[in-house]
T-cell receptor, first 114, second 113 residues
Framework: GDSVIQMQGQVTLSENDFLFINCTYS??????LFWYVQYSGEGPQLLLQ?????NKGSSRGFEATYDKGTTSFHLQKTSVQEIDSAVYYC?????????????FGIGTLLSVKP | ETAVFQTPNYHVTQVGNEVSFNCKQT?????MYWYKQDSKKLLKIMFS???????VNETVPRRFSPQSSDKAHLNLRIKSVEPEDSAVYLC????????????FGPGTRLLVL
């Protein structure tokens, strides 16, 4: 079945470090791919999304490229800041017979030290 | 800017009690969802409603039941809570057509003693 795999459960970085969160997906369809971010005490909010394969999405310095060849949608940021500390979810839309829904990865808790 | 509202923020109850959580969205969306987020931050969809009709019902215990009075409201009732129901319950809504983005509320944290 459809699935999203995020490898890192927790990442700890210092300010200005490079961020890379691995995400791969599995589906027989043509999904839209998302990164959501959840700050402490809030619900997840959309960080970026890409509908078309081989396109790149970017927001607030974060980037992710929808790579159909490697079925990946890794999240990157060149220089993280303390305010980026949050949980990041990779997600994929599933247009199954039971209606549209999102399939989320396990989430990556990012802690950025000042 | 908050557009998906959930009440209460936090609820503590005892095993066997009934609880009800409310969700309202002001985005004019047709589709609403309930998700459960466990202590490890795993997000799992529970229910999805489209214009007051149930369209997704994942494998959840029968003590959980969604209730929708109109397309802007989707409540969640738990008939007889169990300790494993302790979690954050997140409501979300989605636009129509090709708009896939889901907008989440702040969540209701349930603690079952």
């Amino acid at each position: 079945g459809d699935s999203v795999i995020q490898m890192q459960g927790q990442v700890t970085l210092s300010e200005n470090d490079f961020l890379f969160i691995n995400c791969t997906y599995s589906t027989t369809g043509y999904p839209t791919l998302f990164w959501y971010v959840q700050y402490s005490g809030e619900g997840p909010q959309l960080l970026l999304q890409v509908t078309t394969a081989n396109n790149k999405g970017s927001s607030r310095g974060f980037e992710a490229t929808y790579d159909k060849g490697t079925t990946s949608f890794h999240l990157q940021k060149t220089s993280v800041q303390e305010i980026d500390s949050a949980v990041y979810y990779c997600a994929m839309s599933d247009y199954g017979s039971s209606g549209n829904k999102l399939i989320f990865g396990i989430g990556t808790l990012l802690s950025v030290k000042p | 800017e908050t557009a998906v509202f959930q009440t209460p923020n936090y609820h503590v109850t005892q095993v066997g009690n009934e609880v009800s959580f409310n969700c309202k969205q002001t985005l004019g969306h047709d589709t609403m969802y309930w998700y459960k987020q466990d202590s490890k931050k795993l997000l799992k969809i529970m229910f999805s409603y489209n214009n007051k009709q149930l369209i997704v019902n994942e494998t959840v215990p029968r003590r959980f039941s969604p209730q929708s009075s109109d397309k802007a409201h989707l409540n969640l009732r738990i008939k007889s809570v169990e300790p494993e129901d302790s979690a954050v319950y997140l409501c979300a809504s989605r636009g129509w057509g090709g708009q896939d983005t889901q907008y989440f509320g702040p969540g209701t944290r349930l603690l079952v003693l």
